[in-house]
């Protein structure tokens, strides 16, 4: 990452169309696009054309991107462009989506209002993919050692004391460690996570 760039978000870098910033936040983002797809009974390449469609649905969106109320959210966002894009695709294939229940099911499937999605409906698993996803991002920055402590202490739960004894540093110094990588994930995808 260039010098000075550092406490820009990645956000705001994928509105200033910075090629890297969007490399990482499709790398963050269409796993999870994917999993939404398959969710909702798309298979192979018509899952793989609605997620470049939401993509660029993005690209050309994603000034219009705003946190305005408690609960609003990128993910949240993403997901109603995604079923947006989804219902397009059914439309122009003439295919009905699947749903369970014949077709008074599908009908009210269809019916739905986009601010009933939410980002608690997504399964734990593809969130915790996500913010691994996220963690990759801004490993690189980090020396070994502090990243070690981090993740002992915010992923496996350890106790500051406990890693501090099996890495040869002080509780204090773990907690730093810990706070240092929080902190540079949330001034680089705070935004994106929240």
């Known amino acids: 990452m260039p010098e000075g760039s550092t406490s820009l978000s990645l956000l705001k870098r994928v509105r200033e169309r910075n090629p890297e910033a969007w490399d990482r936040l499709v790398f963050l983002y269409a796993p999870l696009v994917h999993h939404w797809c ?6 192979g390449a018509d899952a793989d054309d609605v997620r470049q469609e939401v993509f660029q649905a ?6 219009q991107f705003r946190r305005d109320r408690a609960g609003d959210s990128f993910r949240g966002w993403l997901r ?3 079923r947006r894009k989804f219902l397009d695709h059914c439309r122009r294939e003439n295919v009905q989506p699947q ?4 077709s008074d099911a599908n009908l009210l499937l269809q019916n739905i209002p986009d601010e009933v999605i939410r980002d608690d409906d997504d399964p734990p698993q593809q969130v915790q993919s996500l913010h691994h996803r996220a963690l990759e991002l801004v490993r690189s920055q980090f020396e070994e050692k502090t990243w070690q402590a981090f993740w002992r202490c915010a992923v496996e739960g350890q106790s500051p004391l406990e890693v501090g004894e099996a890495m040869h540093m002080s509780p204090a110094a773990v907690r730093k460690a810990k706070s240092r990588v929080l902190h540079r994930l949330k001034q680089e995808l705070g935004e994106l996570l929240g």
């Not at 993005?58 to 000034?63: K, L, N, P, T």
């Open 80 to 82: 109603v462009i995604a």
């Open 38 to 43: 398959q969710s909702w009974g798309m298979q």
């Open 99 to 102: 749903a369970q229940g014949g």
């Open 58 to 63: 993005v690209s050309r969106h994603v000034e």
